[in-house]
Nanobody, 122 residues
Framework: QVQLVESGGGLVQPGGSLRLSCAASGRTFSSRVMGWFRQAPGKEREFVAA????????MYAESVKGRFTISRDNVKNTVYLQMNSLKPEDTAVYYCAAGDIYVRFSTSYNYWGQGTQVTVSS
């Protein structure tokens, strides 16, 4: 089992920044990939970004490319999502997930955190 705990969400004005953290514990060595997903009210959960633990390969959704950066600290077993130039449409609950396959599909991720709310509003 892998336990994931997100933190860092909150209320921010358009154009502002937030950094989300996801602390992993348990059998973290069993997961090769960490991902961030988000779900806005009335919408399906969507892929945001992913990173591999060993090589730090990254991929992003087109909607966040150039604004968001995913990174990881293998010593702390923590993954980060730096979000800059935030827009109202970035408002959602953000979830951290762990999986074995380097893909964008949420169904391929085995473990999920409880989510953290990000609200972008003036």
């Amino acid at each position: 089992q892998v336990q994931l705990v997100e933190s860092g969400g909150g209320l921010v004005q358009p154009g502002g920044s937030l950094r989300l953290s996801c602390a992993a514990s348990g059998r973290t060595f069993s997961s090769r990939v960490m991902g961030w997903f988000r779900q806005a009210p009335g919408k399906e959960r969507e892929f945001v970004a992913a990173i591999t633990w060993r090589t730090s390969d990254t991929m992003y959704a087109e909607s966040v490319k150039g604004r968001f950066t995913i990174s990881r600290d293998n010593v702390k077993n923590t993954v980060y999502l730096q979000m800059n130039s935030l827009k109202p449409e970035d408002t959602a609950v953000y979830y951290c997930a762990a999986g074995d396959i380097y893909v964008r599909f949420s169904t391929s991720y085995n473990y999920w955190g409880q989510g953290t709310q990000v609200t972008v509003s003036s």
